[in-house]
């Protein structure tokens, strides 16, 4: 592989950064990969000032415009997407076959769709609603320079779900990678160069409180865009809240809950929750980490699912035979182990799993957790190779569980009584309800959620008219 990118992106240029290093690592071996200078005060504010410059010019180009660029870029994400793949699966730890194959795909299938949405934007036809000669028409315009936030865990994917729709919608966007994942966006960053005029789409990096916090807070920028914690979300309601009042859209954590009813398929239950639970070790919001199982199928369900997580192989990420590869840090591998030696202390049942292996890198054995609702394992998002089981005697009961959690991100309920899932899932507080599968999307449908998830929907047309304002122009 070439040398790794590791200078920000501002105006269509590559600049060294000006500020505090930090460190990229290999999770796989827990060594390091390259050093990334943060972006300084002053290089945040040029790259705002960057988009807002592009932004005069580029708000003006035409939806035919905007979408053959869209399109254009797709093509070259697939033109580099073994280089992408190595990039990504290196600093991140995900299995490269299932970045190429899977994830690299979706990126560019979400560039491919919002070419087409820019160009059927939906809206009420101009008319004379107030009297027949006062016409009303609708615009959606652009809004501005967004501020967008990127996490570790598909630093690839999840920024094509923000770049996307929104200089789709003719915004200009300035986004921040995670510090711990920058190396494949910088990488995204020179084939978007290839395509975009200078100014759409720059890049900086650096930590949340040295350059996250500066870039939202810039009075240029109009809307914040955010995938992370519910912490995280929190300040940046803050800060959206100051000076200059900013739209935002935060998609945070989540813990979702899988209700398996006593009717349902468990043999497609446990190989769904083979991907479902554990891609990318389980750091994944939407991750099918909390097994709510009728009390009559439990004891079954816990040993079908102990034996496909005996059967799954993790390890080294370049690996051909690898399902998972490692946590993002050592400080994420802390944590996890943390959850799990905290639930055998409380008298846990660990019925799979359960420890970190010896060797080098950030790993976690897939564990599977027997536990009672009340227990922390349960409630608290882990983020990790990690499932838990806990039974019910009721329907009632377990939606209760679901309903009474601080997330809303995502759920599923198995049964082969499809009336019944329906009302389950009619009555389930969370953003997306997967009916007899778990972790499908698709590009036409909106991803979001409810409570301390957040707000605001990825993907689908609805994304993009979020990076739109509704603008009611009347003629007299």
């Not at 690592?25 to 827990?30: C, E, I, N, S």
């Not at 050093?35 to 000032?49: F, K, L, N, P």
Request: one cysteine or more; proline letters at 5%.
């Amino acid at each position: 592989m070439s040398s790794l990118e590791t200078r920000l992106f501002i105006n269509g240029e590559f600049v060294a950064g000006e500020g505090a290093e930090e460190t990229a690592f290999d999770p796989a071996r827990g060594t390091e990969l390259a050093r990334v200078a943060s972006a300084s005060e002053g290089q945040i504010d040029t790259a705002v000032q960057s988009a807002y410059r592009a932004f005069q010019r580029w708000r003006r180009t035409t939806p035919k415009e905007r979408s053959r660029m869209l399109w254009a870029v797709a093509d070259k994400i697939e033109e580099n997407a073994a280089l992408l793949a190595e990039v990504e699966s290196l600093n991140a730890g995900k299995p490269r076959r299932f970045v190429e194959a899977g994830e690299l795909a979706n990126v560019a299938d979400v560039f491919r769709f919002y070419a087409t949405a820019v160009r059927n934007m939906p809206g009420v036809a101009a008319d004379g609603y107030r009297a027949h000669t006062m016409t009303s028409m609708l615009r959606r315009d652009p809004l501005g320079v967004i501020a967008s936030i990127a996490p570790w865990n598909y630093p690839l994917l999840m920024a094509a779900w923000k770049l996307a729709p929104a200089i789709g919608a003719g915004n200009t966007v300035v986004i921040k990678p995670s510090e711990n994942t920058p190396l494949s966006l910088l990488r995204l960053a020179a084939i978007l160069n290839e395509v975009l005029p200078a100014g759409v789409v720059n890049v900086i990096c650096g930590n949340g409180p040295d350059v996250g916090q500066p870039l939202i807070t810039h009075p240029l920028v109009r809307m914040i865009s955010l995938t992370g914690d519910v912490r995280t979300g929190r300040a940046i309601l803050k800060a959206a809240a100051g000076e200059q009042i900013k739209r935002t859209h935060l998609e945070l954590g989540g813990k979702a809950p899988v209700i398996v009813m006593k009717d349902a398929d468990l043999d497609s239950v446990v190989d769904t929750m083979r991907e479902a639970s554990f891609y990318n070790a389980g750091q994944d919001c939407t991750a099918a980490c909390r097994v709510f199982a009728d009390k009559a199928i439990a004891d079954e369900l816990t040993d079908k699912l102990a034996a496909m997580i005996g059967s799954l192989v993790y390890g080294a990420p370049e690996r051909d035979d690898v399902e998972f590869g490692p946590l993002i840090s050592a400080a994420q591998q802390e944590r996890v182990a943390g959850f799990v030696e905290r639930a055998r202390a409380s008298g846990a049942d660990i019925v799979a799993g359960g420890n970190r292996p010896d060797g080098a890198g950030f790993f976690h054995e897939p564990t599977l957790v027997r536990a009672p609702i009340g227990a922390e394992i349960v409630q608290k998002e882990v983020f990790g190779p990690v499932v838990t089981l806990t039974e019910f005697d009721e329907p009632d009961t377990a939606l209760s569980w679901a309903n009474a959690s601080e997330y809303g991100l995502a759920s599923s309920v198995w049964s082969r009584d499809t009336s019944a899932a329906l009302r389950l899932a009619n009555d389930l507080e969370y953003g997306v309800t997967w009916v007899n599968t778990h972790g499908v999307f698709a590009t036409e449908m909106p991803h979001g959620g409810m409570k301390n998830s957040g707000y605001g929907s990825d993907l689908s047309m609805q994304s993009l008219l979020e990076y739109t304002q509704a603008r009611h122009i009347m003629v007299a």
